[in-house]
């Protein structure tokens, strides 16, 4: 009976992951055939060897960089989410905000960053304003449209119930944004994550990005491969559980 | 298509635009925030300078033809990873975690594995088809899945086989949801090919981004980043038209 | 409790709709009164204007001629007193509350103390006891109209707003529905007005009824009920009952001829 469950945990790993399996396997026998060295392109072997014995370091740079993602898309859905909530009481704000916030999304982010950098300083403050900045946009779309997308018929109740605009807002309109708002929070989140290690790469002193950028050039090979492949996993664990929490969060609102 | 009034929100619109361009001017004028924001002017005229127009137009067609290349390598990809797993449902799974997982990889990791596996030239090329590559799965898998069971019911009723179906049926209705997911693509694909180009291009608007970054040319930095926005807008633009198209016609 | 009256005098309600010079005329010329405990109907084909009726009694337009008055106050006063009970067609229960919390929500709104035992009550008036934590998307199409309805009662309304209430249903809930709400109603015999396209359901339910005419709505004929309250069910199946729902069939589909005939003589 247990050997059933194991095999069936097997397949079902293989089933989800093969892709992943598929590129590690074409990645060795690449690595082996062209006889690479380690420097010029490590063997998943060699990343994960280091990955191992150098606990210390990647764990100090993976907080940081966390650190940073973590608080920045904190305040980029925050910033979004006020916002989107002055617009929602302002038809004239909305109309002003909207035009130029698409404008400036359309401005792609990365040159942005040495722009800000230069502005505001080389310095942590200014990698997490950056995430802020990436993650700003997605949250005040999303989180716009979720607090128009209501139950049809609500808002007559409410006008014709004589609710209050704060009312309606909190009662209404805030609820019913809340599935945008798990939306909003799983692009943000990715987004988060890379722009970290996009400033790190560009300006930084410590961080993933940072380490990534300084091993890449003492030609420490496999740890650069290791670096990227943490950030990796912090990035699909990131997608993982965001849409885990989307759907539990459509499951209660709607 | 609607007429056009200049209503409210149109206005609205351009005022806060205007706004926006009016501060800028302002915080650069009088200094507002150092010597790395320069006015909107200052800016105009480094960029129009026509000394520089050569320099310019080869960083942006430069950074353009590797836009558009990853654009159409990681759209077909896309689509043929999208369409594959819709027709083989079991390996629908995989391949949306697999699509998850390469979009997880940061793009500044896909630069060194790109100058590997091709030259250096079309590394930015390879970093924006990656981009597009998930934008264009994401929105075509959720495109095939639009047509309602009534739909599908209706089509394996008449004995439709399944590709069959697929060509007259998921395809085209997904096309609206297509075109929206290469809208928003571009951006991603114009991001990709400037961070590729730090890994060793010759030209392009990234290069010119690390330059004057490296080098405390200010001006030429907004210029490359007002380079770089324009190039979103312009497509921008191009893609709604097609959008508003595809809707009217298959929807 | 005391309950209200209204009266509309010489109404007219027209709109702008976008990219049309000419403005709709919904309903022109309405005049008509509701006494207090009064539950009338109005009957009418789609398009009549009976929705906008309703909606200037609740406030939620204003005329463009003439007035509406509920007690001799705008509608506007009587949504701040939260002195308004409604259901509406597409129930608009709010998807992430419980039965319990949808009905309990008019009393958060008018910031009201929330009443337990009220609140209970409802519930098993509108037949809906054990299912009190259950969320809307969990209740069939008639059960939510009973929540709808129940959440329509809970501020003791001096004026009950009812909009197709179950224009959503089949045929059989939908009159199984109506022998309930006759229940509910009888005893407390709050000022209604319905609206509806089912004749046997304004004769089954109403003490008077309007039937309106076809867009500009206006009232062409107004038929009282002579049924005594309560009323059974078994009424329905009376000689006087199905002759009164001739007489009123008779009527609308009247409404259809002079539309026709208008609009062949304009061309």
Redesign the interface.
Known sequence: MENKNHENRIIGFI??????ILILILWEYWVVVNDFNPI??PSPWGVLLDLIKNPIIYIENTAQTFFIAVVGLFGGMSIGTTLAIITWFSP?L???????AV??????????I??I???LGYNMATEIILVVIITFFPSFVFITAGLRAL????Q????????SRI?TLK??AL?AA?PNLAIALRLAA?HA??AA??AE??MGTSGL?YL?AVT?QEFL?ER??G??VI??VI??IA??ASSHFEIFIKN??? | MTGIYPN??F???????A??FIFWQIIGHFQL??L??PSLTDVLKFLLDPERHGLFIRATVATFRSAVMGFLVGALVGVFLASSAHLLP?LR???D?????????????LG?IFL?LIDREATPAGVASIHVFFVVYVSMSSGLKSATRDHEDLFTVFGASRIKQFWRLNLPYSAPTIVSGLRLSW?AA??GA??GEWFGASRG??IL??N??QNFQ?NL??S??LI??MM??LF?GLITLLERLAYQRFR | MSNASIVIENVTKSFSIKGNKEKVVAVEGISLSVMESEFVALLGPSGCGKSTIL?LI???ETPTEGTVKINGELPKSM????S?G?A?????????LSVWDNIA??L???NRPIDTKLVNSLVDLVGLRGFEKARP?QLSGGMRQRVSIARALI?SPKVL?LDEPFGALDSFTRRQMNIELQRIWSIQKITTVLVTHSVEEAVFLADRIFVLSIRPGKIIREVLVPFDRPREQSIMRSKEFHHLVDELTEALDSTEEINNFDRNISQ
């Open positions: 089933h989800l992951n093969w892709g992943a010029v392109m004239l909305s109309g002003l905000i909207n035009p130029t404008l400036l999304s359309s401005v792609p982010v990365v040159s942005l040495p722009i950098a230069r502005i139950p049809p018929g609500s007559d109740l409410f006008t014709s119930l004589g609710a009312s009662k209404l609820p809340f990715a994550i890379l290690m996009i790469f560009l990005g990534f890449k090979t650069a491969f670096t990227s950030a990796t990035s699909v997608f993982i209660r609102f709607t | 409210k929100n206005i609205f619109g351009i005022l806060g635009i706004s926006f925030a150092g790395s924001w079991i799974d995989g391949s975690r697999f699509a998850a997982v390469i979009n997880s990889v940061p793009s500044i990791a060194p590997i951006p114009l991001i400037i961070i608007i990234g981004i690390i004057a970054m200010i930095l907004w490359a980043v770089a926005a979103s807008l921008f | 909606r609740s406030s939620l949504v701040s007193e939260h308004l409604v509406f067609q597409d129930h608009a229960l709010l998807p992430w929500l008019p958060e709104i008018a998307k501020l707003i």
